[in-house]
């Protein structure tokens, strides 16, 4: 009898053990080393779900970056909706658990996603036309927004005024006021002064303003979830603060 005992109690314990498997993984400060019960969730998932959570590398990238005109000649705005298409591809098609909110999760990415490209592609055809119209695309706005949209839609004295106001705005939050004055005056006193201006309350104001309003998904804010995942994590090493 104690041997059958004993031979099902280690059946019992090689069937657990089967079904428990480590996962290793790290924030910022520290490393860690997670059991899950593979019954539940297989590996892919967990990565899946650790990758949303600590490193959401699913926002664009390929964003206009504009600060000088000359740059504006270097745009491509198919980078933009090819790194867009793929990344949303990616997105739908992960292998995440069923329960919890981790479909929730995706769905904020993909809006995410959605709201940065649309964003991205105002801004592209804006610098690249020239025509600033298209800003009233933008889905919100606030006064900044419209002080911006305003100016570069207006005549150059409200394109001269709103630019002296958005440098003086830049210069009270930068440590080195005067430099940003400096820089200025020089591309204010230039030939192509009205190129300069655009591209400053383009970049500077209006997308600035506007940029806050993309709603992104703060996996940082859910690491809990995360959490919830595992029978059990216990630290392995952590940095030295």
């Keep these: 009898m104690k041997h059958f005992t004993l031979i099902l109690f280690l059946g019992i314990f090689q069937t657990l053990v089967s079904q428990n498997q480590k996962f290793e993984w790290y924030d910022e400060t520290c490393t860690y080393l997670s059991v899950f019960d593979n019954d539940k969730y297989n590996k892919s998932e967990i990565e899946n779900c650790f990758k949303i959570i600590y490193f959401n590398n699913y926002r ?7 600060h000088k005109p000359s740059d504006i000649n270097r745009l491509n705005q198919d980078s933009l909706t090819n790194e867009y298409l793929i990344k949303l591809k990616t997105v739908k098609n992960l292998n995440l658990p069923k329960n919890g909110n981790w479909n929730i999760f995706r769905d904020s990415i993909i809006n995410q996603l959605e709201q940065e490209y649309k964003f991205s592609k105002i801004a592209y055809k804006a610098y690249i036309t020239k025509d600033f119209g298209i800003l009233d695309e933008f889905w919100e706005s606030d006064s900044l927004i419209d002080e911006y949209c305003n100016a570069l839609q207006g005549s150059d004295t409200e394109l001269l005024n709103t630019w002296e106001k958005l440098t003086s705005r830049k210069a009270k939050i930068n440590c080195c006021p005067d430099k940003v004055w400096k820089k200025y005056r020089t591309k ?6 009205k190129q300069y201006a655009q591209v400053d309350i383009m970049t500077f104001g209006w997308w600035n303003s506007a940029n806050k309003y993309i709603k992104r998904f703060d996996g940082w804010r859910h690491y809990d979830e995360f959490d919830k995942l595992f029978i059990s994590t216990k630290e392995i090493e952590c940095d030295e603060i």
Excluded at 60 to 66: A, G, M, R
Excluded at 188 to 193: I, Q, T, V
Aim: net charge neutral.
């Design 60 to 66: 664009i990238t390929k964003t206009p970056s504009v």
């Design 188 to 193: 204010r006193d230039s030939e192509n002064w």
